[in-house]
Nanobody, 127 residues
Framework: QVQLMKSGGGVVQAGESLRLSCIVSGLTFDDYAAGWFRQAPGKEREGVSCINWSGTRTAYADSAKGRFSISRDNDASTLYLQMNSLTPADTAMYYC????????????????????WGQGTQVTVSS
């Protein structure tokens, strides 16, 4: 059974930082790309960032570029998302996901590129 255990969410003020972590078990982590998604109330789940199996290639949504950084430690089967300069617009439930492929495809922002999901962690940014 594949499990993705998340940590690092919370409540912060605008301008502050958070780091999300996601420990993956039940699959060979470095066989797959991985990604972070978020979903705000009343909105669809959207892709935030993707990283390929080796960590050498990354992709970001425009809203995350320059502020967020995705990384992975394959020895620890852990995925990270460093989020800086947070704004209230970043408030959402954040999810980690393991990909279908070992690379970030052209459709990496679509949920169909991923087949294993964490349970979500809430990030709230106050103004």
């Amino acid at each position: 059974q594949v499990q993705l255990m998340k940590s690092g969410g919370g409540v912060v003020q605008a301008g502050e930082s958070l780091r999300l972590s996601c420990i993956v078990s039940g699959l060979t982590f470095d066989d797959y790309a991985a990604g972070w998604f978020r979903q705000a109330p009343g909105k669809e789940r959207e892709g935030v960032s993707c990283i390929n199996w080796s960590g050498t290639r990354t992709a970001y949504a425009d809203s995350a570029k320059g502020r967020f950084s995705i990384s992975r430690d394959n020895d620890a089967s852990t995925l990270y998302l460093q989020m800086n300069s947070l704004t209230p617009a970043d408030t959402a439930m954040y999810y980690c996901a393991a990909g279908v492929y070992n690379y970030c495809s052209a459709s990496w922002r679509k949920t169909t590129d991923y087949n294993s999901w964490g349970q979500g962690t809430q990030v709230t940014v106050s103004s």
